[in-house]
């Protein structure tokens, strides 16, 4: 059983900032450590398809940014606590979408486009502008 539960989305005003947060549990995290999957976030806005956003490696020494999110967001884990999270700031009415949490093997496999990772079932983030 995997788990990724994502949390910390809501309505916010453009130029504003929220805090994802992604917590991954259930047996399979019990046997094969957290910290030996690299972590990432994607996001759907309506009527689109899910598009890559920021992804982490297994130690957080690789970082890898979507253009169009660069320098506004910032994604970070914290393996003792099983949680990456995304720190996004200064926020657009583009930037509306559901958010959704990934695990898979390296951090270029989920920018490149993940294959047989593990998914969380997203949280909503709104920026009105």
């Known amino acids: 059983q995997v788990k990724l539960e994502e949390s910390g989305g809501g309505l916010v005003q453009a130029g504003g900032s929220l805090r994802l947060s992604c917590v991954a549990s259930?047996?399979?995290?019990?046997?094969?450590?957290?910290?030996?999957?690299?972590m990432g976030w994607f996001r759907q806005a309506p009527g689109k398809e899910r598009e890559f956003v920021a992804a982490?490696?297994?130690?957080?020494?690789?970082?890898y940014y979507a253009n169009s999110v660069e320098g506004r967001f910032t994604i970070s884990r914290d393996n003792a606590e099983n949680t990456v999270f995304l720190q996004m700031n200064t926020l657009k009415p583009e930037d509306t979408a559901v958010y959704y949490c990934?695990?898979?093997?390296?951090?270029?496999?989920?920018?490149?486009?993940?294959?047989?990772?593990?998914w969380g079932q997203g949280t909503q983030v709104s920026v009105s502008s």
């Open positions: 990934a695990a898979d093997r390296s951090a270029r496999a989920l920018r490149d486009g993940p294959k047989d990772a593990f």
């Open positions: 259930g047996q399979f995290f019990i046997f094969n450590s957290f910290s030996s999957y690299a």
């Open positions: 982490i490696s297994t130690g957080g020494n690789s970082r």
